[in-house]
T-cell receptor, first 108, second 116 residues
Framework: DAKTTQPTSMDCAEGRAANLPCNHSTISGNEYVYWYRQIHSQGPQYIIHGLKNNETNEMASLIITEDRKSSTLILPHATLRDTAVYYCIVRVAGKLSFGAGTTVTVRA | GAVVSQHPSWVICKSGTSVKIECRSL??????MFWYRQFPKQSLMLMAT?????????EQGVEKDKFLINHASLTLSTLTVTSAHPEDSSFYIC????????????FGQGTRLTVV
């Protein structure tokens, strides 16, 4: 069972930052938050993960609140190719359980 | 990121036959591999977890005798759908993770199975 809740969908404008929220209020102290995305008919693509510190890589930034009950994935400059379903996942017992995710549509 | 390759990308088989799907980690050793199934307009559902050299652990409701998983090496896991039926038609996706408690898992491109 997924331990996260995400908005069902969101739109964002090409070239603007996309901020994707995720709630994980029941997260335990040693559980990591992972973000993946799935473009239609492909396997999920790893984006980023974190425990309690903010993280940044070439794809995105992950901001985790101090109480770790929520996080935000930031795509700094969204492009049309970022249109996908984005999954926020708390890994439990080494397994990734996918919820419904957020369908992000980037519009020109 | 690391590369996980699935083969075939798509397969059509007749009802009652068996189909084998391969999952390979190309540039790292995968101590743990996972198999998922995804029906249209739904999310991924974890079917089973396999550790190299051990029997797979199946999620509740997944028939282990129907979905045979073998993880004989650190770079290869196979999923065999035995006696396939049309309701087994789905998108099957594997993922692989290297050793370590906080390493990320990488996913294959998926296999579209159609049983006719």
């Amino acid at each position: 069972d997924a331990k996260t809740t995400q908005p069902t969908s969101m739109d964002c404008a090409e070239g603007r930052a996309a901020n994707l929220p995720c709630n994980h209020s029941t997260i335990s102290g040693n559980e990591y938050v992972y973000w993946y995305r799935q473009i239609h008919s492909q396997g999920p693509q790893y984006i980023i993960h974190g425990l309690k510190n903010n993280e940044t890589n070439e794809m995105a930034s992950l901001i985790i609140t101090e109480d770790r009950k929520s996080s935000t994935l930031i795509l700094p400059h969204a492009t049309l190719r970022d249109t996908a379903v984005y999954y926020c996942i708390v890994r439990v017992a080494g397994k990734l359980s996918f919820g419904a995710g957020t369908t992000v549509t980037v519009r020109a | 990121g690391a590369v996980v390759s699935q083969h075939p990308s798509w397969v059509i088989c007749k009802s009652g036959t068996s189909v084998k799907i391969e999952c390979r980690s190309l540039d790292f050793q995968a101590t743990t591999m996972f198999w998922y199934r995804q029906f249209p307009k739904q999310s991924l559902m974890l079917m089973a977890t396999s550790n190299e050299g051990s029997k797979a652990t199946y999620e509740q409701g997944v028939e282990k005798d129907k979905f045979l998983i073998n993880h004989a090496s650190l770079t290869l896991s196979t999923l065999t759908v035995t006696s396939a039926h049309p309701e087994d038609s789905s998108f099957y996706i594997c993922s692989a993770r290297a050793t370590g408690p906080h390493t990320e898992a990488f996913f294959g491109q998926g296999t579209r199975l159609t049983v006719v």
